[in-house]
T-cell receptor, first 110, second 114 residues
């Protein structure tokens, strides 16, 4: 399983764009990159998933460079309700080693 | 709407007791998972199932067991609860058999072992 490294925490202000970079140097050829969001006292929620280049949905964008050794989750124009922990996940359950890691705690300030 | 539920939401038990946490999903997903979440450790996989009668051990399976008798339910049993098993437990399910398929999580069960 590819080990992931994310910043522990980030602060931002309402209306700004937040970019969270995840490093995964040992990503395997078949691995996808998946991001989850977790609010306090709730289960994680799937945000976005990608394999290469750029993926965009109504919530976020995911940028993946050609070497796939890192990825960046971009949250446009954040609001207070985007305050949460964001997890970068690389790997597969079939390897019996699926772990979420510590995540990045994003605090959006007024 | 389809959903995944967990019960109870909060549980206090004593060391040595057997405890079962329920997980029920109406997505009709074949894949179901149990995680525990502790401060400083993120989420760690306990057990998972790819379908009825199928169960597999995850990263931290010692002291836990699961059984899958139907598609909708994957109960998690702590055979003899220990204080180290005090944690928040999340159940999840996914539709696809493909690796890295997105998972849908329940609201969690907070378990305290005294």
């Amino acid at each position: 399983l590819a080990k992931t490294t994310q910043p522990i925490s980030m602060d931002s202000y309402e209306g700004q764009e937040v970019n969270i970079t995840c490093s995964h140097n040992n990503i395997a050829t078949n691995d996808y990159i998946t991001w989850y969001q977790q609010f306090p006292s709730q289960g994680p929620r799937f945000i976005i998933q990608g394999y290469k280049t750029k993926v965009t949905n109504e919530v976020a964008s995911l940028f993946i460079p050609a070497d796939r050794k890192s990825s960046t989750l971009s949250l446009p124009r954040v609001s207070l309700s985007d305050t949460a922990v964001y997890y970068c996940l690389v790997g597969a359950v079939r390897g019996n080693k699926l772990t979420f890691g510590g995540g990045t705690r994003v605090l959006v300030k007024p | 709407d389809a959903e995944i539920t967990q019960s109870p939401r909060h549980k206090i038990t004593e060391t040595g007791r057997q405890v079962t946490l329920a997980c029920h999903q109406t997505w009709n997903h074949n894949n179901m998972f149990w995680y525990r979440q502790d401060l400083g450790h993120g989420l760690r996989l306990i057990h998972y199932s790819y379908g009825v009668q199928d169960t597999n051990k995850g990263e931290v399976s010692d002291g836990y067991s699961v059984s899958r008798s139907n598609t909708e339910d994957l109960p998690l049993t702590l055979e003899s609860a220990a204080s180290s098993q005090t944690s928040v437990y999340f159940c999840a399910s996914s539709e696809s058999m493909a690796d890295s398929a997105p998972q849908y999580f329940g609201p969690g069960t907070r378990l305290t072992v005294t």
